[in-house]
């Protein structure tokens, strides 16, 4: 979400002014309408925005939103000004119209109380927690938590017509006026059913109206406001005790016991100091001018601004922290904190980046003062040596050392350069616990030891006598019990080991010890050791590690651990023996060692920046505080009272409900009783977390998961198909590294009923049931399997005799006749060769004869058994074909790639013969084709081609009542089959049949 910084210009200058922290939201961060009317907070913690344009419910993270869309299970109209929660989970809304809606938040559901649904409302104000006053025509109600009625105040102002607006004082009176002329203001006593007006000397000039804002009940004074002429504060008794004369300004409310916001609609904001009359304008968002319409105070104590540009939270900071960012001269971009330490002489130091400036501590007015600028070096490095405090840096191998009980600076001479003579930057300087004092440069200058005793010089090259090492950029050290001493460089993951008893060197990468999880190619930033004689080495990139040497053993924290970033610059151990750290862009954390539990700290926590990019860190043992240094700025704080914030146990619960993919309305406290086929459920659910701090959430299915499942996909669970069974869905969340789980109170409890067909009972009659089927099917199989089978054999026998027959007797009787028919005609025309007419005739009798002979052959050939096979089809199709083209100048190339004896059905030989033949007809009559291709090839199905060389034609001109193709096409599709038609270059067919 966008965070925005407000401009308080002078907030600090009010005499109780409080340190604040702003954050703004609008329709980019998820906000329904930027128009916010009205706020309140329920009691389980969620935020919620009346709108110009909807309803919103707010977690911290993520914005619900409510539209008006015409459903009757939507918010019915827009337009929120007021909202109340009356009890748990049910919030009272005011919409357009005056029209008084209530939202079950627990289940989504909009509806309107029986009460009100006929009765105009334009305002709800609490009496007490079971009491409400609400404003209606002519009269005020007082309803109940349900919006039942209880009572009615029915007040004469002078026989006036129009809304009543009724405001609660106390839990026994309140304030009454007339929404269209509010000159009139009377109290109301509800235990004695009194009313009296009050007097405030007011006249029906619109100069002089006021409108009611709020009621100082310590004081009980009555705050009003006039658009026209300021603020106002009146006494009970109707005097006016307090004018603030300003214009344009609509509305008032207590900021604290001594400031007064002050709202306009058209140009922001004040605050308006109630002791000395000071006014400072409030920048929202960068903007002055914004109709502000609300203002509200959350349980923390923070303020929620809304407006016609979003809404705006100042969340109030506890001043735990002490920063300093303003300085004499002032460092320019880049030149950050670099070290704060405490001298010999008990003051604090402190030197930024490459700077020769050197600043002291004025304990007095606990301000930085500049001490001097006599730093030459510029550091890079800063160190204790003894009393002194040594600087090294900035384009040379010379250093400056610093006696803060002399307050002496002394610049050293060029004795380094012998030996670093390609360096320019001294890296490191310290001294060990011995006395020695050691050097490092870049540019393989190595490392360089002057001995206490008798100032005698070592140097160590990479590959020199005493051991290897890889590079010469070692910025960091720590020395461990032993007086050895441990270097990190921010060129690789390793660390160089110098063994104080044998003078040598070696390196040791930690990628090798076991306890290690995954691979570090992260350079080391920072190197610590502690009273246990463990290392701690922060990471660029790779968190931090605890290394115990003696034992060979290491334990490594990331961000799965709880650390906010992997990105770890420095770390330090204070009193208690907990671990500070600071990250280069995510805030500083603290990691509480004995009890393995990581805490975060953020600007949200009152630290004034984010972002560490330098080893800028320090414990004040004498004072107990840890200083640390940002990009910008310098902190101190009390590592004590920081970690005894109020650390809230994150709250969650269970939104919505989906059954089956539809929202399922249900109360989540309650048990949810499910038929066997609402099985397929998904479970929403929010986690309040206003600070927006990095939490984890796990969620768990009891009577279904067997463990905890990380939320890495949102805030919804999902399970489909769950079997019968009684379940309890819980939910656990917690800060980042805090060891704190929050559940919800009483986890979510449904039950998905057995299905009447998988009861026990009905089981054992399915069992029983079924053995005895099972015996009287076997018996009645085995009788009539004999019985069946013979039935089937007989009837084929029948069908294949009754097709013989057929066929058979067709042949005989009707072949015969047409003989008959044929030789008669025959010796007829020989003998009237003379008449041309009849000679004509019986030519026509003869060639019918044949045709009929031809097709009774056909149809014998289909109906008999014994052609039923591919092959025969094949060769009655070739005959056929051969026997068809002999009379005409067609050259017939058939081919096939059947070899089998495959039985085929009669109707399947039929109708692709059929086509066959009427594909040659068209081809001979038409087609003034050479050459006719015929193929048969069969895999799993049989594929017959048809192509000619003829002209082709096309499918558009096709003389009319022609059914050739159709019928082609007929055939194949009665049999199951697939027909193609192409003509490109002739007319190619494709028959494709299963057989």
Known sequence: MRVVILFFCTVSSLATAQDFSHLHYNIENGLADNRVLSITQDSRGFMWFGLGDGLSRFDGSVFKNYFNIGDSSTLPLHWIDHLVETKPGYLVLITAGCKLVILNTYTGQFYRPSDFINRPVCGVNRISPSRYLLSSEDTCFVADGDMKLVDAVIPDLQNKSGLIIGQSLTDSSCLLSLQNDPTEY?????????????????????????????????????????????VYRYSL??????????????????????????????????????????????????????????????????????????????????????SWEKFEPQPSAGNYPIRILRGKDQRMYLAFYALPSLYQLDSKNDEWKLFSKNLITGPWCVNPVGDDIIFTGGQTAKFTTFSPLTGK??????????????????????????????????????????AATDGAIHHYTKNGARGHFSWSYYSTYAEDDSGDLWFGVNKTGSLLHWDYQTDRFSEVWLDTIPGM?????????????????????????????????????????????????????????????????????????????????????????????????????????????????????????????????????????????????????????????????????????????????????????????????????????????????????????????????????????FNIDTPWFQTVWFQIIVIVTFILAVILSVREYYSRKAEKQKLILENKQAVEKERTRIATDMHDDFGAGLSRIK???????????????????????????????EKMNEIVWALNERYDSLEDLVSFSRAYAA????????????????????????????????????????????????????????????????????????????????????????????????????????TTIILVVDI
């Open 883 to 986: 026997d068809y083209l002999q009379h005409h100048p067609i050259k017939l190339n058939f081919t096939s790639n059947i070899n089998t004896n495959q039985l085929v059905k009669g109707e399947v030989r039929r109708n692709v013969y059929l086509v066959i033949k009427e594909s040659l007809h068209n081809i001979v009559k038409h087609a003034g084709a050479t050459q006719i291709e015929i193929n048969f090839q069969i895999t799993n199905r049989l594929k017959v081609t048809i192509r000619d060389n003829g002209k082709g034609f096309s499918t558009n001109h096709i003389r009319p009542f022609a059914n050739g193709i159709s019928n082609m096409i007929k055939r194949i599709e009665d049999i199951g089959g697939k027909f193609e038609l192409f003509s490109e270059q002739g």
């Open 186 to 230: 009377y109290l109301y006593r509800y235990d004695v059913k009194k009313l009296s007006k009050l007097d405030l000397g007011l006249t029906p000039s619109d100069a002089n109206v006021l409108r009611f804002n709020f009621y100082d009940s310590i004081n009980q004074w009555l705050y009003f406001t006039n658009f026209f002429s300021g």
């Open 517 to 749: 999880k995954g691979r570090i190619y992260d350079v080391i930033n920072e190197v610590i050791h502690d009273k246990q004689n463990n290392l701690w080495i922060a990471f660029d990139g790779g968190g931090i590690v605890r290394y115990d040497h003696a034992r060979q053993r290491l334990t490594r924290y990331t961000d799965e651990d709880g650390l906010p970033s992997r990105f770890v610059s420095s770390m330090i151990f204070d009193g208690k023996g907990r671990l500070w750290l600071t990250t280069y862009t995510k805030g500083i954390s603290c990691l509480l060692v004995d009890e393995n539990r990581i805490r975060a700290f953020t600007k949200e926590d009152g630290l004034k920046e984010n972002e560490f990019p330098e080893r800028c860190i320090y414990y004040d043992s004498i004072e107990n505080k840890v200083w640390i240094g940002g990009a910008s700025s310098v902190m101190r704080f009390d590592p004590d009272s920081l970690l005894a914030q109020d650390k809230k146990v994150i709250t969650v619960y269970l939104d919505e409900i989906y059954i089956n993919g539809k929202q399922y309305p249900h109360n989540p406290v309650e048990k949810l009783d499910l038929p066997y086929e609402k099985n397929n459920i998904q479970l929403y659910f929010s986690a309040i977390n206003m600070d927006r701090k990095s939490i984890h959430l796990a969620y768990k299915l009891e009577g279904y998961d067997t463990a905890w499942t990380n939320s890495l996909s949102g805030t919804v669970a999902a399970y489909a198909n769950l079997p019968p069974g009684d379940y309890a869905f819980a939910i656990k969340a917690s800060y980042k590294g805090d060891s704190r789980q929050a559940y919800f109170s009483k986890p979510f409890t």
């Open 237 to 322: 008794d109707g005097k006016q005790l307090k004018h603030w004369p300003m214009r344009n300004y609509d509305f008032c409310n207590f900021f604290n016991d001594s400031t007064l916001f002050i709202g306009r609609l058209d140009a922001g904001a004040i605050l308006l100091n109630l002791k000395n009359d000071y006014k400072i304008r409030l920048n929202v968002n960068n903007k002055i001018a914004y109709d502000a319409h609300t203002l509200f105070k959350d349980i923390e104590g923070n303020f929620w601004i809304g407006t016609d540009i979003g809404v705006t939270r100042l969340k109030v900071n506890q001043q735990l922290v002490k």
């Open 823 to 853: 030789f008669i005609s025959e010796k007829i025309k020989l003998k009237s060769k003379k008449e041309s007419s009849l000679s004509h005739d019986l030519t026509k009798i003869s060639d019918y004869s044949d045709e009929m002979a």
């Open 409 to 450: 600076f002394q610049h050293s001479t060029d004795f380094l350069k012998r030996y670093f003579p390609n360096s320019d930057v001294l890296i490191l300087a310290f001294q060990h616990s011995n006395g020695d004092r050691w050097y490092s440069a870049n540019k393989g200058g190595g490392f360089v030891r002057v």
